[in-house]
C-alpha cells in the first residue's frame, strides 16, 4: 500500500548540509498497524511529511498504493490528503466551534452538502464516544476529549490511512490509552493506522509492528516489537 523505495532526504543550507533520512526501505500493509519509534531528529517526521506530500525526497521514491507522490502537481496534494487523515500533539481545533462544527468544517471547507454533513458527523462522534458533547466547546472538554474530536475530524473523508504523530503527547496515562484504544479500534475497521510516538509503555503493550528510526536510517523493523532505542 505504503512504498519508500531508497529514500533520502538533505535539507541543504548554505554552509551545511544535514541528512533526515538515508536509504529508507519500507513497506506498510494495507489494514496494517505500525509504530514509528525513534528519538527526537531521528527522521519520523521527516519521513511522514514525505507521506502526505509535504516534503519531496532528495533521491528515491515514495509510493501511496499505485500513486508516486512525489511526482504529484501541488493541484493533486489535496485529493491525496484526504485519503490520508493526521492527527497531532496539540489537537488543532477551533477554539470558536463546537464539536460538531469542528468536525463538520473539514466537510464544508471541500464542498459537502449540508446533508451529507448532517448524516455523517453524528456517526462519528459517536465512533469517538463524544455524542453526547456535540454542542460543548474546546475549552470545555478535557485533553483526551479534544483528541478524540480531532481523529473525529481525520477520519471526515473516510481514509485509507491515519496517521498519528505523537496523538498523547499531551495527555496524562488514563486519557492516553483512550486515544490508543480509539485507534486500535479504527484500524480494526480497517484503516491502515501509523503511530509515531515516544511512549515506551504504549509500544510494549500493544505489541504492534514497530519500525525504529536512528539518525535517519531503519535500525529495527519487527513484526510485534519493543521500544528498543
Not at 468536525?103 to 452538502?113: D, M
Amino acid at each position: 500500500m505504503i512504498f519508500f523505495k531508497n529514500v533520502s532526504k538533505i535539507y541543504k543550507g548554505n554552509h551545511f548540509h544535514s541528512i533526515a533520512l538515508e536509504d529508507i526501505n519500507l513497506e506498510i500493509k494495507e489494514r496494517e498497524f505500525i509504530c514509528l519509534v525513534g528519538k527526537s531528529g531521528a527522521g519520523k517526521t521527516t519521513l511522514l511529511k514525505l507521506l502526505i506530500g509535504e516534503e519531496k525526497p532528495t533521491k528515491g521514491r515514495v509510493f501511496f498504493q499505485s500513486v508516486e507522490i512525489n511526482q504529484l502537481k501541488p493541484n493533486q496534494l489535496p485529493e491525496l490528503r484526504r485519503r490520508i487523515g493526521m492527527v497531532f500533539q496539540d489537537f488543532k481545533l477551533l477554539p470558536k466551534k463546537t464539536c460538531f462544527e469542528n468536525i463538520a468544517f473539514a466537510l464544508e471547507v471541500c464542498g459537502r452538502s449540508q446533508s451529507k454533513i448532517k448524516k455523517l458527523v453524528p456517526q462519528l462522534l459517536e465512533l469517538v464516544g463524544l455524542s453526547e458533547k456535540k454542542d460543548n466547546f474546546p475549552y470545555e472538554l478535557s485533553g483526551g476529549e479534544q483528541q478524540r474530536v480531532a481523529i473525529a475530524r481525520a477520519l471526515v473523508h473516510q481514509p485509507d490511512v491515519i496517521i498519528a504523530d505523537e496523538p498523547t503527547g499531551n495527555l496524562d496515562p488514563i486519557n492516553s490509552w483512550e486515544i490508543i484504544n480509539l485507534l486500535l479500534k479504527i484500524n480494526e475497521l480497517g484503516t491502515t493506522t501509523i503511530l509515531a510516538t515516544h511512549n515506551k509503555e504504549i509500544i510494549d503493550k500493544i505489541q504492534k509492528r514497530v519500525v525504529c528510526l536512528e539518525g535517519g536510517k531503519i535500525i529495527r523493523d519487527q513484526e510485534k516489537g519493543e521500544y528498543l532505542i
